[in-house]
């Protein structure tokens, strides 16, 4: 079936540094990719999407790109701060199933 | 607006049991969705909801169930319990869900422990 691949499951980076997330999604018709970010103990929130028609949406300190030919999207977290430890999960709407398929989650950490 | 919210927020059962689950979108959405989480499998799709009617479902046993009501609650229930049913489930809504692409908003949750 259809599914999204996200890496890595777990990355350390130290504060100020960025962080890139990277997700890989089967279906070609995709064409919505929202993020999510899990506070420890919270609800899943969403925080950026894009949909399949631009490249590349920012949002302050969080931008996402898409390359549709390579059926793959990244997150990029620039200087990072304490609270952007959090479990991040990216997602790929499927048209030919219509329903949106979650990756399995980066772990980010924030060192100080 | 309130939130989306999910009640119990926390349950103990054993196998064999069946439990309900019950999540209020937020007022005005009609779609909700259903999701099993557990570490190292992320957030896995188990059904949609809209208008009362499952719209889509995701790859669970038909041990899984859902109903929606006309006021857009829903309920999901899980008959015969495994111990590997032992997850954090959410539901989300959002105004009609499906091919709309619309933002998720998601409850905090049911934490089901099965012993």
């Known amino acids: 079936g259809e599914n999204v691949e996200q890496h890595p499951s777990t990355l350390s980076v130290q504060e100020g540094d960025s962080a890139v997330i990277k997700c890989t999604y089967s279906?070609?018709?995709?064409?919505?990719f929202p993020w999510y970010k899990q506070e420890l103990g919270k609800r899943p929130q969403l925080i950026i999407d894009?949909?399949?028609?631009?490249g590349e949406k920012k949002d302050q300190r969080i931008a996402v790109t898409l390359n549709k030919t390579a059926k793959h999207f990244s997150l990029h977290i620039t200087e990072t701060q304490p609270e952007d430890s959090a479990v991040y999960f990216c997602?790929?709407?499927?048209?030919?199933?219509?329903?949106?398929?979650f990756g399995k989650g980066t772990r980010l950490h924030i060192l100080p | 607006k309130a939130g989306v919210t999910q009640t119990p927020r926390y349950l103990i059962k054993t196998r064999g049991q069946q439990v309900t689950l019950s999540c209020s979108p937020i007022?005005?959405?009609?779609?909700v969705s259903w999701y099993q989480q557990t570490p190292g499998q992320g957030l896995q799709f188990l059904f949609e909801?809209?208008?009362?009617?499952?719209?889509n479902k995701g790859n669970f046993p038909g041990r899984f169930s859902g109903r929606q009501f006309s006021n857009s609650r829903s309920e999901m229930n899980v008959s015969t319990l495994e111990l590997g049913d032992s997850a954090l489930y959410l539901c989300?809504?959002?105004?009609?869900?499906?091919?709309?692409?619309?933002?998720?908003?998601f409850g905090p949750g049911t934490r089901l422990l099965v012993l």
């Open positions: 989300a809504s959002s105004l009609n869900g499906g091919s709309v692409q619309e933002t998720q908003y």
């Open positions: 279906d070609s018709a995709s064409n919505y």
């Open positions: 894009i949909r399949s028609n631009v």
């Open positions: 997602a790929a709407y499927m048209n030919r199933d219509d329903k949106i398929i």
């Open positions: 007022s005005g959405h009609r779609s």
């Open positions: 909801y809209f208008s009362e009617t499952q719209r």
